[in-house]
T-cell receptor, first 114, second 113 residues
């Protein structure tokens, strides 16, 4: 079945470091891809999305490009801040215009040192 | 910005008791979902709901669980007889279409004692 695999955490970086969190997916057809972020004690917030191959989603300095050839959607940020400390979830949905469920990866905990 | 609202934020219940978790999805959304997250673990799909009926459910969503949209605005998850292993954060979500992304509520932390 459809699934999402993301790199194991926790990931610990110093402030202003470059961030990559790897995410690959298995799905038939053309899923929509998402990154969600969960700050401590809070719910899931949509960070960015891409709905077709080669689309780049971006928000708050984070970027991810939908790569169909490698079935990947890696999250990157050029210079992380302490406030980026959170758990990041890669996810996919097959729905398109009729929304099926969203499938999450296991999450990657990111901690940023001042 | 429109929000998905969940109440209560935290509920403690005794094993064997019934609980109802409440959600108010975004008003023009058509698809509704419940997910759960056991502490520190993966976010797991429970059920999806469209056009006043369940469109998909997971193996977790057994006969102890039910969902309802009683009045066109609320969307509820009922657990008939809670077990210790039902302790988790429960998230409600809604969307108009998948391309727009799914909006999640801030969750209800259910603690079964």
């Amino acid at each position: 079945g459809d699934s999402v695999t993301q790199m194991e955490g926790p990931v610990t970086l110093s402030e202003e470091a470059f961030l990559t969190i790897n995410c690959t997916y298995t799905a038939t057809g053309y899923p929509s891809l998402f990154w969600y972020v969960q700050y401590p004690g809070e719910g899931l917030q949509l960070l960015l999305k891409a709905t077709k191959a080669d689309d780049k989603g971006s928000n708050k300095g984070f970027e991810a490009t939908y790569r169909k050839e490698t079935t990947s959607f890696h999250l990157e940020k050029g210079s992380v801040q302490v406030s980026d400390s959170a758990v990041y979830f890669c996810a996919l949905s097959k729905g398109g215009s009729s929304a099926s469920k969203i499938i999450f990866g296991s999450g990657t905990r990111l901690s940023i040192r001042p | 910005e429109p929000e998905v609202t969940q109440t209560p934020s935290h509920q403690v219940t005794q094993m064997g008791q019934e609980v109802i978790l409440r959600c108010v999805p975004i008003s023009n959304h058509l698809y509704f979902y419940w997910y759960r997250q056991i502490l520190g673990q993966k976010v797991e799909f429970l059920v999806s709901f469209y056009n006043n009926e369940i469109s998909e459910k997971s193996e977790i969503f057994d006969d102890q669980f039910s969902v309802e949209r009683p009045d066109g605005s609320n969307f509820t998850l009922k657990i008939r007889s809670t077990k210790l292993e039902d302790s988790a954060m429960y998230f409600c979500a809604s969307t108009g279409t998948a391309d727009l992304g799914y909006t999640f509520g801030s969750g209800t932390r259910l603690t079964v004692v």
